[in-house]
């Protein structure tokens, strides 16, 4: 019984390298899709795979996201500020001080609320988001109007905005150009 004991750890030893050798090459490989379907998973799954892997941030995002447009603000507020402060990817941490900036703006302060958007925008010129609720805001407010109108204007003829941001785009401007 015990050289059969021997013989297969033996055999095991000499298959298992052999084993890993084609199974770390086939998961290594780059393949043409490496994001994960997330349509099919709840929140609550999502949380405990983020609980086991805090820094899996492009799953915070998604997750923060269905928050945000759920306007469970708290529980995205949580997953945008933890990108924020522990990414170095720069169009990640803008889009998330974006999304703050704007549930704090909904939250009726837009001091503070800006200060998160201007950073947004100062780190990623470029930000359509950034620069969407900069303009937004700037719009609605007396004083800084024309700034508003200045910023979605040129943000109209950006192709990258998609064509339903866009329309709202229009839509305001069409309230307060007048």
């Known amino acids: 019984m015990l050289k059969n004991k021997w013989f297969y750890s033996g055999v095991f030893i000499l298959i298992f390298p052999i084993f890993l050798y084609f199974n770390l090459d086939n998961n290594s490989s780059i393949s043409p899709n490496q994001s994960t379907d997330l349509s099919n998973v709840t929140n609550e799954e999502m949380e405990q795979v983020i609980k086991l892997n805090p820094d899996i941030l492009p799953m915070r995002i998604a997750l923060a996201n269905r928050y945000f447009e759920s306007y469970d603000y708290s529980n995205a507020l949580i997953h945008f500020m933890y990108v ?95």
């Open 84 to 178: 924020a402060e522990n990414t170095d990817d720069i169009d990640l941490k803008s889009y998330s001080l974006a999304q703050i900036g704007w549930m704090v703006y909904e939250s009726g302060d837009e001091l503070t609320s800006m200060s998160y958007i201007n950073e947004a925008v100062r780190l990623s010129p470029g930000s359509l988001l950034g620069s969407t609720y900069k303009g937004i805001i700037y719009v609605q407010n007396p004083n800084t109007r024309s700034e508003g109108i200045k910023i979605l204007e040129s943000l109209k003829s950006n192709t990258s905005l998609p064509e339903d941001d866009l329309k709202i785009i229009n839509e305001i401007l069409v309230i307060y150009e007048n």
